[in-house]
C-alpha cells in the first residue's frame, strides 16, 4: 500500500522567504500526484497536478517536482505572504482511476 | 462555474440515528470520490464512482456506511446506525476523467462535518 509522508508537520515563516514543502511516497509507480491547500474549517483547494510523465509543473509563485526514482515531490513558494497561511496536503495515485493516498499535511504560518 | 457542493455542512447526530450527506460535483465531471477527514486519521479514502457504478469500495469501514450515485451526477453517503467514531469531516470531489482538463485533477468540496453524540 502506498504511504506518503509529509515533513515537517509544522513549519513558521517570516514574509518574503521561500517556503519548501516536502512530500515522499513509498511506491515509485504513482500515476499522479496533486499538491493542495487546506485552509482552517474549509475543503481542499487543487493547487498543481504532476502527471508521472513530468518532472515539474508551475502556477504563478508555485512550483512542484517530481522525482519517481526517489519518490519524493517537493513544492516551492516563492515569496511567501501570510495568506499563504494554511495546510498544505500532498496526495498520489497509483491507480489510473485516481484513488488518492494522502500525506498528514505541513501546517504553514507566514509571519508578516 | 460552480464547484462541488455538498450538504449540509454541518450535521449533528444521536448515536444509533441513520445520515445522509450529499455531493454535487462539477458539471460534467463522470468521476466522484468520498474521502473522510478525521482528528488523528488524516484524509482516507472511502469510494469512488466512475459514472453511476462504484469500482471500488474499499474504504468504506463498515457495512453500516453505503453510497449510491443517480444520473452520473448527484451522490449520497448513507451511515446506518452512527456510532462516535463517525464523527469526521467528509469530503467528496470530482474529475473530469477525459472531458477536458488533466487526467484525474480531483476537485473538493467543501465538505460535510458530521458529529455524532
Known amino acids: 500500500k502506498q504511504e506518503v509522508t509529509q515533513i515537517p508537520a509544522a513549519l513558521s515563516v517570516p514574509e518574503g522567504e521561500n517556503l519548501v514543502l516536502n512530500c515522499s511516497f513509498t511506491d515509485s509507480a504513482i500515476y499522479n500526484l496533486q499538491w493542495f491547500r487546506q485552509d482552517p474549517g474549509k475543503g481542499l483547494t487543487s493547487l498543481l497536478l504532476?502527471?508521472?510523465?513530468?518532472r515539474e509543473q508551475t502556477s504563478g509563485r508555485l512550483n512542484a517536482s517530481l522525482d519517481k526514482s526517489s519518490g519524493r515531490s517537493t513544492l516551492y513558494i516563492a515569496a511567501s505572504q501570510p495568506g499563504d497561511s494554511a495546510t498544505y496536503l500532498c496526495a498520489s495515485t497509483t491507480d489510473s482511476w485516481g484513488k488518492f493516498q494522502f500525506g498528514a499535511g505541513t501546517q504553514v504560518v507566514v509571519t508578516p | 462555474g460552480a464547484g462541488v457542493s455538498q450538504s449540509p455542512s454541518n450535521k449533528v447526530t444521536e448515536k444509533g440515528k441513520d445520515v445522509e450527506l450529499r455531493c454535487d460535483p462539477i458539471?460534467?465531471?463522470?468521476?466522484l470520490y468520498w474521502y473522510r477527514q478525521s482528528l488523528g486519521q488524516g484524509l482516507e479514502f472511502l469510494i469512488y464512482?466512475?459514472?453511476?457504478?462504484?469500482?471500488?469500495k474499499s474504504g468504506l469501514p463498515s457495512d453500516r456506511f453505503s453510497a449510491e450515485r443517480t444520473g452520473g451526477s448527484v451522490s449520497t453517503l448513507t451511515i446506518q446506525r452512527t456510532q462516535q467514531e463517525d464523527s469526521a469531516v467528509y469530503l467528496c470531489a470530482s474529475s473530469p476523467r477525459g472531458a477536458g482538463g488533466p487526467r484525474n485533477e480531483q476537485f473538493f468540496g467543501p465538505g460535510t462535518r458530521l458529529t455524532v453524540l
Open positions: 464512482f466512475q459514472g453511476n457504478s462504484a469500482p471500488d
Open positions: 458539471s460534467g465531471h463522470t468521476a
Open positions: 504532476i502527471q508521472s510523465s513530468q
